[in-house]
């Protein structure tokens, strides 16, 4: 959707302290958006979109602070690289479908 918006201005806000079991987001994107949407209508009582402000593509939700999750991972070494690269092609996964 064109907003009008310029990238640098589209922004994940993501808020909470340890006095409350809130977590506030707010959020430009797009798959973000429709992950939360999901999943407010699915769990209501775990999170609620608080606003949706089509003007400027932007949507506001809060969410129990017990499902939010931040995963980081660590960057794949050379040999692990080529490991799984060689394990999926002995597996049959492909990057992209052949035609």
Request: proline letters at 4%; glycine letters at 4%; hydrophobic letters at 25%.
């Amino acid at each position: 959707m064109r907003t009008g918006v310029p990238k640098e201005q589209k922004t994940t806000d993501i808020s909470f302290d340890k006095s409350i079991k809130i977590v506030y987001i707010r959020t430009h994107n797009t798959d973000l958006k429709n992950r939360l949407t999901a999943f407010s209508e699915k769990h209501p009582d775990l999170c609620r979109m608080t606003e949706d402000d089509a003007d400027i593509g932007c949507m506001s939700f809060e969410i129990d602070k017990r499902r939010l999750s931040i995963r980081l991972t660590v960057p794949y070494t050379e040999e692990r690289r080529k490991n799984a690269s060689e394990y999926a092609k002995k597996n049959g996964f492909q990057s992209k479908p052949e035609s």
